[in-house]
């Protein structure tokens, strides 16, 4: 069983940074793919990110590609998601979620078993 907390969600103006940060607990998190995802309002949970479990190989969405970067630490059981030139339309709530390493880095919702619960990014025109 693994537990997944993100943070460093918040209220930005367009053209900010964040950096979401998602830690993690339980089970051998060097042997877990991660992805980030995210949902605004009224729309399905969509891909932003992804890492494979030793931080060699990422992928991003194209909306995010060239302004987000996804990273880990595996001493410190955490990966990362630096957004930066933020726009309104990234305006969702940001999760986390892992995958089995044989299975990632994916795009693919279903291939992630755990989640954690969200953290909100709002940012403001």
């Known amino acids: 069983q693994v537990q997944l907390v993100e943070s460093g969600g918040g209220l930005v103006q367009a053209g900010d940074s964040l950096r979401l940060s998602c830690a993690a607990s339980?089970?051998?998190?060097?042997?877990?793919?991660m992805g980030w995802f995210r949902q605004a309002p009224g729309k399905e949970r969509v891909f932003v990110a992804t890492?494979?479990?030793?931080?060699?190989?990422?992928d991003y969405a194209d909306s995010v590609k060239g302004r987000f970067t996804i990273s880990r630490d595996n001493l410190k059981r955490t990966v990362y998601l630096e957004m930066n030139s933020l726009k309104p339309e990234d305006t969702a709530v940001y999760y986390c979620?892992?995958?089995?390493?044989?299975?990632?880095?994916?795009?693919?919702?279903?291939?992630?078993?755990?989640w954690g619960q969200g953290t909100q990014v709002t940012v403001s025109s």
């Open positions: 339980g089970g051998t998190f060097s042997s877990y793919a």
């Open positions: 979620a892992s995958a089995p390493a044989y299975r990632g880095p994916s795009v693919r919702r279903n291939d992630y078993d755990y």
């Open positions: 890492i494979d479990n030793i931080g060699f190989n990422t």
